[in-house]
């Protein structure tokens, strides 16, 4: 179960994260994207998701991700991503309820690139029971 | 002319295993579900599904070819309410269309549909593009 007490609170992710070309030309390959000089808008997702799973999984708040399904998401983007970016990412705990036994846990991950926000990204989250 | 109540050219996409694995390789999402048959029948899913994420990149490429390129996209979201099954030796469609909802300035709103084996696997399908 989630910490309830977690709640509201925003998590640092690890270092910052260097996207490369190689990275962004493996993504656009698979949705047939032939323009590689930015990133697909749900590119990000690869880095969002990893840190969900390295801040949500802390022991401190505990939420089970083997048990984890996606149930929706939602993209802001400020900025296109590029190759070289260095990006931070943060991640806050937005609301968290448990329906029938399921957890369900609304993420905002802000992705910023010296300091300015780039992609701000959302991720409802269910465990099930 | 693009107005509300414009409706967009229809895509199809194909998934197979193939393409999920190679999804799964980009985005660095290995989950089972999505690539091991035994793994998914195990958990009670009817067969291999895709990613929602890859349904959502693919969606979101029909996005960016409407805008004019993924520069062009502010906002894109939804739900994902169905799983798209992905048998073994099978390719499968994922067939996309979309509505403008709204225009303000450059700002075109978009609702979009997505099935797959005539079965609607998102919901909510939004996007904001700059026209």
Redesign the interface.
Known sequence: MLNPDSVGSTFAGTDSITVSQS?ID??C?????T?TS?????FT??IT??QFEEILTRPEIGLDWSRL??????????S?VKAGDQLTCAATIESYRVAAGNEIVTVRSDLKREERLVISA?STLVVRA | MIEVGTVLDEKV?YLDRE?LK??A?????QNPIHQNEEFALSVGLPNVIAH???T???V??Y??DFAG???N????????TKPVIVPAGEKVDLTVTGTVSEVDGNKVSLSLTATSAGVKVL??AKAVVLK
């Open positions: 990275e493996a993504f390959a698979v949705i047939g994207e323009d930015i990133a697909p808008p749900t997702i690869r998701l990893t399904v996606h149930g929706d998401q939602k993209f802001e983007i400020f296109p959302w | 996409f393409l190679q999804y390789d980009a985005s660095g999402d929602g994420m890859l959502m990149a693919l979101g490429k996005v960016s390129g993924s520069a996209v502010i906002e894109y979201s939804a739900r994902f919901g909510m």
